[in-house]
């Protein structure tokens, strides 16, 4: 019957580096998945300060490696990309910098243009809120919807 021995610093700093294996972390998503690892605050401060010495955990760095992730294979408005940031653990004034130039237009048109090519044989109605419905389930305005669903379905008309 043995005791349990308590994680040392070095087992605190191990823990992060296969955490961060994977892919970029912020800082507070270490901190939190390393509490629950049961590791000591100590443990998870000294761990950190390591880690941001040399440059693995930097929150603008993931902020933008966020935001340049999810514009490539999943788009999303400015707004859901900041919900997302901020749930993460990224100061605001953090977020608001990895999201300036953020092209919404852009980001819908790529984010609709996969349905729209599915949606060919539908009548405009059923064009109209199948396509919205997916840019509003991304967090794009009305207006930005409404305009990127237009052009898609003018293209559409277009090419048929």
Request: aromatic residues 8%; glycine residues 4%; positive net charge.
């Amino acid at each position: 019957m043995g005791r349990k021995s308590v994680p040392s610093d070095q087992t605190c700093l191990d823990a992060a580096y296969r955490y961060l294996a994977y892919r970029p972390r912020s800082e507070f998503e270490i901190r939190a998945w390393l509490q629950r690892k049961g590791f000591s605050g100590k443990a998870i401060r000294e761990a950190l300060t390591i880690l941001k010495a040399k440059g693995l955990v930097d929150d603008l760095a993931f902020a933008r490696f966020w935001r340049e992730s999810r514009e490539t294979a999943s788009p999303r408005s400015r707004a859901a990309l900041r919900r997302e940031l901020c749930r993460k653990g990224i100061d605001p004034e953090v977020v608001s910098e990895a999201l300036d130039g953020v092209d919404e237009e852009a980001a819908a048109y790529r984010a609709a243009q996969r349905k729209a090519a599915r949606l060919r044989n539908v009548d405009h109605d059923d064009f109209v809120a199948k396509l919205s419905g997916v840019l509003r389930r991304r967090g794009f305005s009305y207006e930005v919807t409404e305009h990127t669903v237009n052009r898609l379905w003018q293209e559409s008309v277009r090419n048929a």
